[in-house]
Structure formats: structure tokens, C-alpha cells
């Protein structure tokens, strides 16, 4: 269904034999660090879909997507190397009081039968669609976790009978995420996606962002402000159109070639235009 050498070569990474835990985190890390959670295609006025397939092909020209797109892909790829993924419904809970849900906001991936150290049972929390939390995959064992500055936290969840809470980091974008034990087919998050993509309560719609973990911390661009957490700390706002764009070449990977100039002009009057309003508000 897919071509995974030419998949690998775009993320970088090299793989050989059977499937283990350790080749997991490999493509994990090099995943999440080369294919950026983004929301560009709604702001460029482009409809996309779930179909993990269309979500491949976008990657391969240098985008990213956000979760449907970067778990619906991910899990291609995984499944062509022979692991045995599951995709999972899940939810967000944000920071603005709203509770703890399983509403199909988030789609979720597990992957099982690769028992190691501190997870004999050998399933995996993998996610590339949280944007600004994992880094690595997390043992799908009740406990705290600590990757790199950040410390995430695993357990039942209190919303979804059999299903698992991930408390992110303090510093994140959101409080945590709950999800459904059994398996969900893709069908499922269109509906929601359809939601997050043309809503204008939807933040996706309000905001254009773009997030890359790695090892040490995240890169965050919220419209035109560039912050990084984690190693370091600091602020940048891209005041003019040629650096916007080269903050996404040079700090997210994002080069748009797929994109044209009409397009690129389009896209920075609408988000300087939000800026504007932005700050008017403050």
C-alpha cells in the first residue's frame, strides 16, 4: 500500500530485521523530529481527509498533518514493517476547564507483542499526533514518565471503562488525553474531523500552528509567534513574510514546496491579518 523504503528515507531513518521495541522507538524519535504537526492545509483553503493513504502521500511531499493524518500514517508504515498496531479512539482535554472525554478528537495508536525492560507485557503507547508531548513511545503500564525535560504520566482513565488517561507535562498544550481500550476504524474521526477542520470554534481554525518535538524540547509556532520549551526558553514573532517562512524551513522542516507563491502570499495576509487582531485584543 505504501513504499516503505522511500517512507523510511523521508524520515531518516534505517531499520533491519523483525520488529522490536527498540527499532519502535527509533522510528518513533525520527518521525515525530522530521514530520512536523501542522495545520497549514486549513489555512491554504485545502480540504483533506482521514484516509490514512492520502495522509502518506502529503508526508511524502514534505508536510505534516495533525493526528489523523500523522497516526493514520504512521500506522501504515508500521503495519508494512510487520508490527501489530491497533488505532484507538481517543479525546483531549484542554486547558480551559472542560472535562476529560473520549469524544474521537484524537486518534490514538498502541502497539503490541514487543515485551522489554520495565513492560513485560509488551504493549505501546504510540503517538505522533500529540504535538507538543511524546517524544518516545511509553510502556502501556500505569506510572510516570520522563522524557527529556518533560514528565508524562500514564493510568486508568477515570472517563472510559478499560481505557487509559495520559497526563501530560504541566508546561503543555493541554492536561491530558483519554482513550478507548478497543480498537476504532477511521471512519470514526471523520466527523470530528470535519469539525476541526472548517469550525470556527475549532482551534486549528482560530490559530495556525505548527509543533516539532525533539529530544530536548518543542518547537512551537502559534500564528506568527515562534517559542521554544524544553532545553531552552525563548520567543520569536516573525514580523515579514520571508521570515515567517523561514522559521518553518529552518526550525520545522517545512520548506512548502507543494505550496505556490500565490499561495504563500495568501496565507501570510490571513495570518498577519490574525496577528493584528490578536493583538489589538491585548
Known amino acids: ?44 483553503g485545502r480540504p483533506t481527509t482521514v ?6 502521500a502529503r508526508i511524502m511531499r514534505g508536510r505534516g498533518g495533525y493526528c489523523y493524518h500523522l497516526n493514520g500514517a504512521f500506522s501504515l508504515l508500521l503495519k508494512a514493517l510487520g508490527y501489530r498496531v491497533t488505532r484507538h479512539l481517543g479525546g483531549i482535554q484542554g486547558r480551559a476547564g472542560g472535562p476529560a472525554n473520549v469524544d474521537g478528537g484524537h486518534l490514538v495508536l498502541t502497539v503490541s507483542g514487543l515485551p522489554g525492560p520495565g513492560n513485560p507485557g509488551g504493549e505501546w503507547l504510540v503517538d505522533q499526533g500529540l504535538g507538543d508531548a511524546i517524544h518516545d513511545p511509553l510502556p502501556l503500564v500505569e506510572g510516570t514518565y520522563r522524557q527529556g525535560p518533560f514528565t508524562y504520566g500514564l493510568r ?5 471503562p478499560g481505557g487509559w488517561r495520559f497526563d501530560h ?22 466527523a470530528m474531523h470535519d469539525f476541526l477542520s472548517t469550525s470556527p470554534e475549532s482551534g486549528f481554525v482560530r490559530v495556525a500552528t505548527v509543533q516539532r518535538r525533539d529530544a530536548s524540547g518543542v518547537d512551537v509556532m502559534r500564528g506568527l509567534v515562534l517559542a ?9 514573532t516573525a514580523w515579514t513574510e520571508r521570515d515567517y517562512f523561514e522559521m518553518l524551513a529552518d526550525v520545522f522542516g517545512l520548506s512548502l514546496p507543494d505550496v505556490t507563491p500565490v499561495e504563500r502570499a495568501k496565507l501570510w495576509q490571513r495570518l498577519w491579518t490574525a496577528h493584528e487582531k490578536w493583538s489589538d485584543s491585548y
Request: hydrophobic share 35%; net charge negative; glycine share 6%.
Open 156 to 160: 486508568p482513565s477515570e472517563v472510559e
Open 1 to 44: 500500500m505504501i513504499d516503505v523504503t522511500a517512507y523510511l528515507r523521508r524520515i531518516g531513518a534505517k531499520v533491519d530485521g523483525p520488529p522490536s521495541a527498540e527499532s519502535l522507538h527509533l522510528l518513533h524519535r525520527a518521525h515525530v523530529e522530521r514530520v512536523p504537526y501542522e495545520c497549514l492545509e486549513i489555512w491554504l
Open 169 to 190: 507535562d504541566p508546561r503543555g498544550d493541554f492536561l491530558g488525553m483519554d482513550f478507548r481500550a478497543g480498537p476504532a476504524a477511521m471512519t470514526e474521526f471523520a
Open 228 to 236: 521554544r520549551l524544553g532545553d531552552r526558553e525563548h520567543t520569536q
Open 51 to 56: 484516509d490514512p493513504r492520502e495522509s502518506v
